[in-house]
């Protein structure tokens, strides 16, 4: 209920109004979005990097109905990626793009345009040497982001998706996208779903993580276990193990500013563990989706609101 409630609040642009110009929320953003600027965005990078760790850069926007923007939204990304080649991080650092910010929503040809965009994006993270993975929206993007993906991976098979766990569907696109070299990053899934399209109940929902993350373990791709659930990632560890893989054939992934402990403690047992570093302007819909994920980072951000 309170989940539901927070997602519609993410969608609706009088809340947002009302969040956004509350001055006593640009603090607790700050702990889940690194900043505004790249200069920002690098920053957490390089920390990140100095902690043995990987990173994937998301310029934060979505939901954009305004071609110019999703122009914007590309040379942003442009922009970041030949700063890591620049500052020697692409070694480390990758991009997370959200088709929707770059022109998916579009009212003509907005499929076309966001499929160009991704590609211009791909273009600059091969020049940069390094690679890009596509987030998933809510469901009825599903089905496009997928056909964007294969579009894109004929010229760029490095290309990676996000499947999440929460789809009734999601077992089968494991399976399809469980192929030599393809990069899948496993999630829950963070979007208001309908009965009809998703698990409703948190413990359906970690059945069916566990049986998809068996589907990639023993596939030939690149698993991305992207969890905070410590349930998870010890099966995750298990699975892995038994399908005879080694460290560098999988990695770990979490959110910036999400068990930053556990990331130190994953990451010093020798495994690969990528934080996704959000950064930007747009914050708002990447914030409340992170509210309605956890009571308690609503609990934190009400009581700094109070205790100021
Ligand atoms: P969940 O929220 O179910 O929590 C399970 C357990 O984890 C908790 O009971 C607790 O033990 C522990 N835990 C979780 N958060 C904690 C915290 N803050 N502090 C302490 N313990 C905590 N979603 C999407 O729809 N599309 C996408 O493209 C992406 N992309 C993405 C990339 C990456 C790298 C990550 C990590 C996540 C996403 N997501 C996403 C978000 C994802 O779908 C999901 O909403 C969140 O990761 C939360 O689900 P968890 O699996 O972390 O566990």
Redesign the pocket.
């Known amino acids: 209920m309170l989940r539901s409630t927070l997602l519609a609040a993410a969608r609706s642009q009088g809340v947002r109004r009302l969040v956004e110009a509350n001055p006593l929320t640009k603090p607790v953003v700050a702990r889940f979005v690194a900043g505004t600027t790249p200069e920002d965005a690098v920053r957490a990078t390089r920390t990140l990097r100095d902690r043995n760790m990987y990173v994937?850069l998301d310029h934060l926007g979505e939901d954009t109905l305004d071609a110019q923007q999703a122009a914007d939204t590309v040379r942003a990304y442009q922009e970041m990626l030949q700063v890591l080649s620049t500052e020697g991080l692409a070694d480390r650092a990758e991009v997370?793009v959200k088709l929707s910010a770059v022109g998916q929503f579009l009212a003509t040809d907005g499929e076309k345009i966001a499929l160009d965009n991704a590609r211009l994006i791909c273009e600059a993270a091969a020049a940069a040497g390094t690679t890009v993975t596509l987030?998933?929206?809510d469901h009825t993007t599903t089905d496009s982001t997928l056909g964007i993906l294969r579009d894109l991976r004929v010229d760029f098979p490095w290309v990676g998706a996000?499947l999440?766990a929460y789809l009734h569907r999601t077992e089968q696109d494991c399976r399809d996208l469980a192929t030599e070299g393809s990069r899948v990053?496993l999630?829950?899934?963070?979007?208001s779903e309908p009965a009809s399209v998703a698990y409703q109940d948190?413990a359906e929902?970690?059945r069916s993580?566990v049986r998809c993350l068996k589907i990639l373990m023993e596939g030939a791709g690149y698993p991305?276990v992207?969890?905070?659930?410590?349930?998870?990632v010890a099966i995750a560890a298990d699975l892995a193990t038994r399908a005879g893989r080694s460290a560098d054939s999988y990695e770990f992934?979490?959110?910036y500013g999400?068990?930053a402990e556990?990331q130190k403690r994953i990451a010093a047992a020798g495994n690969k563990l990528?934080v996704?570093v959000a950064y930007g302007d747009e914050w708002y819909g990447y914030f409340m989706?992170r509210l309605a994920?956890?009571p308690?980072?609503l609990v934190f951000f009400l009581r700094s609101l109070i205790s100021q």
């Open positions: 994937t997370s987030d998933m929206e996000v999440q990053r999630c829950k899934g963070a979007y948190k929902v970690d993580y991305m992207a969890s905070h659930d410590p349930r998870m992934q979490m959110l999400i068990r556990e990528r996704y989706r994920e956890r308690a980072n």
